[in-house]
Structure formats: C-alpha cells, structure tokens
T-cell receptor, first 111, second 113 residues
Framework: DAKTTQPPSMDCAEGRAANLPCNHS???????VYWYRQIHSQGPQYIIH???NNETNEMASLIITEDRKSSTLILPHATLRDTAVYYC????????????FGKGTRLHILP | DGGITQSPKYLFRKEGQNVTLSCEQN?????MYWYRQDPGQGLRLIYY???????QKGDIAEGYSVSREKKESFPLTVTSAQKNPTAFYLC????????????FGPGTRLTVT
C-alpha cells in the first residue's frame, strides 16, 4: 500500500469548514483514497472514500487532485464533536485488504 | 460500532498471564481483523481472517494467537511471550464484497502490570 503524509495537528473554529490535507504521491492507479476518524478511546469510523472523482456524503467531501497525488477532506461546518484524529489511507479494495494506518491528523475544534 | 462487540472495555492482567480478548459480530461479515494501537500511534495489524477456519499473520503477530471457529467470533489471545502487551486493541470486520470499508468495534484497553 502507498504511504500517506498528513500534518500532525490542526485547529479549526467551530462552525467553519475544516480542510484536512493528505499527500499520497506514490499512489497506484488501482488504489483508492480512504478517510477514517477516531474519537478518543473509540474505534475508527469510516468517513468517505474515492478513486479520482470528488465525492460527497452526509459527513464530508473528498477532493482529489487531478494527478491523484494529494487529496483534501472537507468537514463543511465543524462542530466540537468532530474533534478526533483523522486518518488518510490509500489502498486497493481487493487482495489482503490490509489497512495501513499512519499517525493521522489530530483535529481540534475550537469553541 | 454497529454490530461488533468487544468486551470488556478495560482489562487488567498480571505479567506472565495469558489473556483472551473477545470480538463478536452479528453483521454476517466474512473478514475479521485485530489491530493494536499504542498512545499517539496509528493502528498496526496483528492477525486477520478472511473466512472461517482460516487466518493469516499481520505485521506484528509475534506473541499473539487467534482462532476463527465461527463466523461471528474471532478471539485474540495475548500470550506471555508478547513483550509489551499494554495497548488498545481493536477488532474490525468487513464484507467480502469489494469496495466496502472496514467497521471497527469499540476496542479493549489492556493493561499488564
């Protein structure tokens, strides 16, 4: 699986959009970009994933650059409950299906 | 957390004792996984199972053992051979169909003293 690079921490004001970047310059053509988040002392929660097109669901939007070497997760209206560690992962969806979690970005939502 | 149960939430053991962590699911998912998380770190894969009666080592299997006798259950035993067993242990499941994500349980925090 390709490796990802994320900033260790970010702050965002409550009610504003939180934009979390991720670099994955060695991504392969058949690898998807996945985002999970983990609230303290809980299991990770799936947020969204995409291959090359931008994606949106009820939780977030995922913007993938045209060369697929980086992406941004957008939480449109951040709340205090969005305080968590956010993991960006690239992986194929078949085969061993192992998820490699890095250290992620610790997002602090400020009241 | 969905239909994944990990119990207990907190577990304490003395050094030198084996301990078994439970993971039960009612999601009818074929694949099950065990991860370990240390403070400030990402998750590391211990063992995984794609089907009943079959399992494979992950990246840090030494000192751990598993069984998959039933589709619903994937218990993890932390043996006395594991040098640093104190950690947060997470179980995950996934349908066999491609494109679906892994679902995680609430985790068990194991402390060995």
């Amino acid at each position: 699986d390709a490796k990802t690079t994320q900033p260790p921490s970010m702050d965002c004001a409550e009610g504003r959009a939180a934009n979390l970047p991720c670099n994955h310059s060695t991504i392969s053509g058949n690898e998807y970009v996945y985002w999970y988040r983990q609230i303290h002392s809980q299991g990770p929660q799936y947020i969204i994933h995409g291959l090359k097109n931008n994606e949106t669901n009820e939780m977030a939007s995922l913007i993938i650059t045209e060369d697929r070497k980086s992406s941004t997760l957008i939480l449109p209206h951040a709340t205090l409950r969005d305080t968590a560690v956010y993991y960006c992962i690239v992986r194929v969806t078949q085969g061993r299906d192992k998820i490699i979690f890095g250290k992620g970005t610790r997002l602090h939502i400020l009241p | 957390d969905g239909g994944i149960t990990q119990s207990p939430k907190y577990l304490f053991r003395k050094e030198g004792q084996n301990v078994t962590l439970s993971c039960e699911q009612n999601l009818n998912h074929d694949a099950m996984y065990w991860y370990r998380q240390d403070p400030g770190q990402g998750l590391r894969l211990i063992y995984y199972s794609q089907i009943v009666n079959d399992f494979q080592k992950g990246d840090i299997a030494e000192g751990y053992s598993v069984s998959r006798e039933k589709k619903e259950s994937f218990p993890l035993t932390v043996t006395s051979a594991q040098k640093n067993p104190t950690a947060f242990y997470l179980c995950a499941t996934k349908p066999s169909r491609a494109g679906y994500e892994q679902y995680f349980g609430p985790g068990t925090r194991l402390t060995v003293t």
